[in-house]
């Protein structure tokens, strides 16, 4: 199965600041990648899907890119709202659709 | 409005059983591959199971391969999770997942539904 990893486990930041995330897979999954947000209580919201593409509703501020084995999750201008937990998702090929151990983005 | 709405969960002793369902409102189920993803408590997000529009393709995570069966009924609207041999490592919440069209678990989510098993 393909492994992913997200670094860092947990980030500190503030308001209006930007902030980055990284998720790797085990091995190549050209651009089968999504990314979610999840806050305490709720169900995982999806941000980004196909690595790079920004689902409805979700604001501009969020971005992501990469392909392959090494992609990243930026939020631009960080509002009181984007603290929460971060996954990323790979959907390459055939399930079993593997997550990152998730990132817990608080506020510094 | 697209709906997932999960039902089903409870307490249930070791070895027990339960039947998840998840009422889907707001959309075609049959055009859809449907997933269900867990979360145990304190911990991150798991997929465990998919199926296709047509349930001609079924997927398991290794974990509960044996014990678990996904189902659907479309006309009904309804996505099923048959769990038997329960573990208490099975404990948390339990969400149905809409496929996005990329693949991957979810572009709509239901709320969840907990499950617990202990003795």
């Known amino acids: 199965d393909i492994q992913m990893t997200q670094s860092p486990s947990s980030l500190s930041a503030s308001v209006g600041d930007r902030v980055t995330i990284t998720c790797r897979a085990s091995?190549?999954?050209?651009?089968?990648l999504n990314w979610y947000q999840q806050k305490p209580g709720k169900a995982p919201k999806l941000l980004i899907y196909g690595a790079s593409s920004l689902q409805s509703g979700v604001p501009s501020r969020f971005s992501g890119s990469g392909s392959g084995t090494d992609f990243t999750l930026t939020i631009s201008n960080l509002q009181p709202e984007d603290f929460a937990t971060y996954y990323c998702q790979q959907s390459y090929n055939t399930p079993p659709y593997t997550f990152g151990q998730g990132t817990k983005l608080e506020i510094k | 409005e697209v709906q997932l709405v999960e039902s089903g969960g409870g307490l249930v002793q070791p070895g027990g059983s339960l039947r998840l369902s998840c009422a889907a409102s707001?959309?075609?189920?049959?055009?859809?591959?449907m997933n269900w993803v867990r979360q145990a408590p304190g911990k991150g997000l798991e997929w465990v199971s998919f199926?296709?529009?047509?349930?001609?393709?079924?997927y398991y995570v290794d974990s509960v391969k044996g014990r678990f069966t996904i189902s659907r009924d479309n006309a009904k609207n309804s996505l099923y999770l048959q769990m038997n041999s329960l573990r208490a490592e099975d404990t948390g919440v339990y969400y149905c997942?809409?496929?996005?069209?990329?693949?991957?678990?979810?572009?709509?989510w239901g709320q969840g539904t907990l499950v617990t098993v202990s003795s």
């Open positions: 707001g959309f075609t189920l049959s055009s859809y591959s």
């Open positions: 091995q190549s999954i050209s651009s089968y």
């Open positions: 199926i296709s529009g047509s349930s001609g393709t079924i």
């Open positions: 997942a809409r496929e996005v069209i990329s693949g991957g678990t979810g572009d709509y």
